[in-house]
């Protein structure tokens, strides 16, 4: 050693002492933070310690083993514990028992395992029997523990540790676990004794520093699962965060009537409605109530008689306890001003307390908690635009069902995650991944899920399991992702084998349709209609509240009459981007547009546009009504002419007629238009600089459809944008050409109107040149989907085979087509900001492409000092939001 002391890497709690705190979550997890901080406040914790997560990395460093430094460290943890306990570890007349707990910085439900009871073995299990009085509780907690460790660290299969107790309680002839007595467990734990030494060649672990290391290996061995894996993927978890471990003094929920365990939130999770809302069951251990092994019961007087069960709510069998639990839940909600989840166990009348966090949520209590704790006064309205994630929204701007349709309910279950989901009963993950990938709606169907149905669930609409309460496996990763679930719908019979369910007589095969309402718990046959969500209320108060902290114009990107109101109704400032080749492709027009495109001569072309032009005039006449008061960014054709082509002999014939020329000579004028790569070919401005012709007419269209609107009354604000443009030349003839259509235009019509014309950055020699081709341009709109495929070099159309791959391997930070990739793209946006006002310093900046409508792109449009960004009317209110909290943020 030379005098560099090692990190401390072992943090205690409990007993008056806290190493941490809620802080440091980076470093000891949120469970260890939190713990630490409950701690600290004074609350009831079973003493522990945490290992940070760096200990984490460095186990992985050093090929999966401990450094000696640790296991000091450790042994001064465990010194800790029993020092508060009065207990010692594998003592084996006052055993201390533990858990090892992991914990990242984010929580991942159900990704990471737990060991409950570590600590037992032959002689400590009867010290406790001993000590507790109890053997039925001590050898069920041993029985336990050989499970959960055969289980979480030695990779068994618990298959047949379950069908163990099955025989054991059909040979006793009962049915429930807790059926069985102290004897019963006795021999279960000599058979569990021998399957692990079947299975794994060697005797159960007798050693309990053996285990603890065991276990502590296996949390962190968890942290590369491929259950972990992909719930970090869905999640842009970065994979050098690392796992903390917690290794806590057990308490006991299963020590008879008078003790229990339970989760609760401070707030209901599904409305956000001011109301504790959690589970608990009477003499159990903590596991028992998320597995869905035996049905929970309310904690509150007033959920049991909503819900109308019988079972007895926590509030009237152990009144005393749950007046000390509220009083906590309300001291947790104060401390940490956000509504908490919390886990709590009850040992012989005591309170104790294993976990609090800030509670998961749907977005419509996340909007509804938000809006409420600002005004009870609890955080600033600016705190509450910051609490709601703006991908959230998502789920409240999608329709529910409508109230008034018919609706066949064949079962009823727990609303475990709101919103509506139609699509095919499917009763696998795998199956529903693949179909949904095939582009069908896919309900996946369950008894129950686990873990490895994070990629069915997140294929599927929506969720249904036969199984489960409102904190099952399902139920939280449902409302975590945003997918409507029906959790716990126990009238329905499913069978694997024959892909199929039963309810009430009716069979459902794989693929048949039905509809869920997560909101209310029904299950339907077959598809129920829709209707859109509502806007106002809390929405439209988080809105306004956004509003205010907003810098950034939010537009959208719409060319259909129904997408422009739908657009202006969320909120939209303008369109940023009205694509006008969508317009070509309408079923009645096409024709002209093909005629216009096979046409061997402008005479030709003409005679084709000139039908083209009043229909592209009604329909910009329409969206300037629509957008009255607001701009509208026009752009002119963009995509390859090949991809209107005809590719049916009956398209081919219709357009033959039409411009009375032979099959023939259009299929050989097809060919000649077929290019090797069209995404960098003949089109964008290369169409205007080479046919004329057709950027005349839609400028025509254009200005005429501006006059004819503000004769009405109310002159719009035409935005022109020429796409792809590459060099100031090819800007500069174009200007021309719609300056002088506008000349004539308004000379014809007797009416000036006012326009800008701009371009599209979309090419990295555009964003270099971006001082010179701002000369002829009022506005820039950074199109960013072409962008990034310029500059990464990566096609759009081809990148679906490795890119997933790549943002596996963190050779992308995300998938750079969805947010935008700040080093490269993102550094030429800065750059054409700069030298286009430098030449403009009005020069009107704005991003449209599908990245204008996503948060993390949003945050840097803000910080590169844009006017605006464009996204998808569905998306705007997300970009509202999200423009508004990247405003904030900046702001301290
Ligand atoms: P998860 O992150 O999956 O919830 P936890 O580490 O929180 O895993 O633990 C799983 C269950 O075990 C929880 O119900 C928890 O309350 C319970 N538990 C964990 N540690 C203890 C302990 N020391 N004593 C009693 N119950 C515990
Ligand atoms: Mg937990
Ligand atoms: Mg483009």
Request: proline share 5%; charged share 25%.
């Amino acid at each position: 050693m030379n005098g560099e002391p090692e990190a401390r890497t072992v943090y205690r709690f409990g007993g008056g002492v806290s190493d941490g705190g809620a802080g440091d979550r980076n470093l000891l997890g949120g469970k260890g933070a939190n713990l630490a901080e409950m701690a600290s406040i004074g609350l009831p914790v079973p003493p522990g310690f945490t290992i940070s997560t760096e200990m984490c990395a460095r186990y992985y460093e050093e090929g999966e083993s401990f450094p000696d430094s640790l296991r000091a460290e450790v042994a001064n943890g465990i010194a800790h514990i029993e020092g508060i306990t009065g207990r010692s570890f594998g003592d084996a007349s006052n055993p201390l028992l533990v858990s090892v707990r992991s914990g990242a910085r984010v929580s991942m439900p159900g990704m990471m395992d737990t060991v409950l009871n570590l600590g037992l073995n032959d002689a400590t299990v009867e010290g406790l029997a001993a000590g507790s009085g109890d053997p039925r509780f001590a050898w069920d907690s041993y029985r336990r523990f050989i499970q959960m460790y055969s289980d979480v660290v030695l990779g068994l299969d618990h298959g047949s540790f379950e069908e163990a107790l099955e025989i054991a309680k059909e040979d006793k002839g009962v049915h429930l676990d807790t059926d069985l007595e102290a004897a019963d467990w006795q021999r279960l734990v000599a058979r569990y004794k021998e399957l692990v030494e079947e299975e794994w060649g060697r005797p159960f672990p007798q050693d309990v520093h053996e285990q603890l290391w065991g276990a502590v290996g296996a949390v962190f061995g968890s942290w590369q699962s491929e259950r972990a894996k992909v719930y970090r993927r869905l999640h842009s978890i970065p994979a050098d965060w690392g796992t903390a471990v917690n290794v806590q003094a057990m308490v006991f929920g299963n020590m008879g009537d008078s003790s229990a365990t339970g989760v609760a939130f401070t707030r209901d999770p599904s409305t956000g409605e001011r109301a504790y809302y959690g589970e608990y069951l009477i003499n159990a251990q903590g596991e028992d109530v998320v597995a869905g092994i035996r049905t929970p019961q309310y904690l509150t007087r007033a959920a049991r008689e909503r819900a109308g069960a019988k079972a007895p709510s926590m509030e009237e069998t152990l009144p005393e306890v749950y007046g000390q639990l509220a009083a906590v839940f309300d001291r947790l909600e104060a401390h940490y001003r956000d509504m908490q989840d919390i886990e709590f166990t009850v040992e012989r009348g005591h309170l104790w307390m294993l976990q609090t966090r800030s509670g998961k949520r749907t977005a419509k209590a996340a909007l509804k908690i938000a809006v409420d704790m600002a005004r009870e006064g609890v955080i600033s309205e600016e705190e509450a635009v910051l609490r709601v994630d703006p991908s959230a929204l998502d789920q409240l701007l999608h329709p529910t069902l409508d109230p008034g349709a018919e609706r066949n309910v064949i079962a009823k279950g727990l609303p475990a995650s709101p919103g509506a989901a139609c699509g095919k009963a499917v009763f696998d993950s795998d199956t529903a991944e693949q179909r949904a990938a095939g582009g069908e709606a896919i309900i996946l169907v369950r008894i129950e899920t686990s873990p490895e149905d994070i990629h069915g669930m997140h294929a599927a609409k929506g969720i249904l399991t036969a199984r489960g309460g409102m904190t099952s496996h399902a139920a939280v990763v449902a409302r975590g992702m945003g997918r409507p679930c029906v959790s716990g719908a126990g009238a329905i019979a499913i069978d694997y084998k024959n892909k199929l369910m039963r309810v009430g007589g009716i069979e459902i095969r794989e693929g048949d349709v039905i509809t869920l309402d997560g909101t209310t718990g029904e299950v339907m046959l077959g598809q129920v209609p829709t209707i859109q969500p509502e806007l106002s209320g809390d929405f439209g108060t988080l809105m306004e509240w956004a509003d205010a902290g907003r810098r950034l114009m939010v537009r959208t990107n719409a060319e259909t009459p129904a997408d422009c109101r739908a657009a202006r109704e969320f909120g939209a400032e303008g369109i940023g981007l009205c694509r006008t080749e969508h317009m070509f492709f309408d079923p009645e027009r096409i024709t002209n547009v093909r005629q216009m495109i096979l046409a061997y001569d402008e005479a030709g072309r003409r005679a084709a546009l000139d039908k083209l032009l009043p229909e592209q005039r009604s329909d910009f006449a329409e969206i300037f009504r629509i957008m009255t008061g607001l701009p509208v960014t026009i752009r002119l054709l963009d995509p390859p002419l090949h991809e209107f082509l005809p590719h049916e002999e009956e398209e081919f014939a219709e357009v033959a007629r039409a411009s009375s020329v032979d099959v023939e000579t259009l299929r050989r004028r097809a060919g000649e238009l077929a290019e090797a790569n069209p995404m960098l070919g003949h089109r964008g401005c290369r169409l205007g600089i080479t046919y004329p012709e057709i950027y005349e007419m839609q400028a025509r269209a254009i200005f005429e459809a501006a006059v004819e609107v503000a004769r009405e009354g109310a002159p719009p604000l035409p935005e022109v944008m020429v796409p792809l443009v590459g060099t100031r030349p090819e800007l500069s003839i174009i200007r021309n050409l719609i300056e002088r259509t506008a000349d004539t235009v308004f000379e014809e019509q007797g009416m000036r109107v006012d326009y800008m014309i701009g371009t599209m950055i979309e090419l990295p020699r555009a964003a270099l040149q971006a001082g010179a081709i701002a000369e002829d341009a009022e506005f820039f709109s950074f199109g960013t989907n072409d962008l990034t495929q310029t500059t990464l070099g990566v096609s759009r159309d081809d990148a679906g085979r490795f890119l997933t791959h790549y943002v596996e391997k963190g050779l992308y930070a995300r998938d750079p087509f969805v947010s935008i990739d700040v080093e490269g793209v993102g550094e030429l946006i800065r750059i054409a900001a700069e030298r286009g006002r430098a030449t403009r310093s009005n020069l009107k900046l704005g991003i449209c492409g599908e990245h204008g409508g996503d948060p993390a792109s949003i945050a840097f449009c803000e910080e590169a000092g844009l006017d605006y960004v464009s996204a998808s009317p569905y998306r705007v209110p997300i970009a509202r939001l999200a423009a508004a909290q990247a405003a904030l943020r900046a702001k301290d």
